[in-house]
């Protein structure tokens, strides 16, 4: 099979994962539910991309979730609230090695049997992913990010409309 190499790449609901690439010629790897992309921009940059895309920019994001929730590393990242598209990295979004993990697309993480410092994610379609991150870390980012869910859906459901 080709690999596609796209220019661009926009998150939307079917995005489950952004993968850095080790590539020449593209920068990331998208997972969609059965569909795999390969984008030239970086993870970070279409994080970045969909905030502004969603209504803030990245910083703002980020400051307000620290703000509403205290976390200071690895924020979660509500991308697009209204379309419940959440997301959060596995380690500083400034390293290579950072994956963005879509929350409404994670079905169980487990860790693994061997080795403690890698886990399996399980998404909703049943791929799976193995990352060279604890299970701890793992599932505190899971709660940080399902806390700033509640957060944002009762900051939507209390606005009024003018």
Not at 28 to 53: F, G, H, S
Not at 56 to 83: E, L
Request: charged content about 20%; some cysteine.
């Amino acid at each position: 099979m080709t690999e596609v190499i796209l220019p661009h790449y926009a998150i939307n609901q079917h995005t489950s994962a952004l993968l850095p690439a080790y590539h020449t010629d593209y920068q990331t790897i998208v997972w969609e539910q059965d569909q795999r992309y390969y984008v030239k921009k970086t993870p970070l940059q279409l994080i970045k991309e969909a905030c502004l895309e969603g209504g803030a920019d990245y910083d703002g994001r980020r400051a307000a979730v620290t703000y509403k929730t205290g976390a200071k590393s690895k924020i979660p990242i509500p991308i697009s609230p209204h379309d419940q598209i959440f997301a959060f990295p596995t380690h500083s979004p400034t390293l290579h090695e950072c994956h963005w993990l879509f929350y409404h697309h994670i079905k169980a993480i487990k860790r693994h049997p061997d080795i403690p410092t890698h886990t399996l994610v399980t998404f909703q379609d049943e791929k799976e992913l193995l990352l060279h991150v604890s299970y701890h870390t793992l599932e505190k980012q899971l709660q940080r990010t399902s806390y700033c869910i509640v957060r944002y859906s009762n900051h939507l459901s209390h606005t009024r409309p003018y």
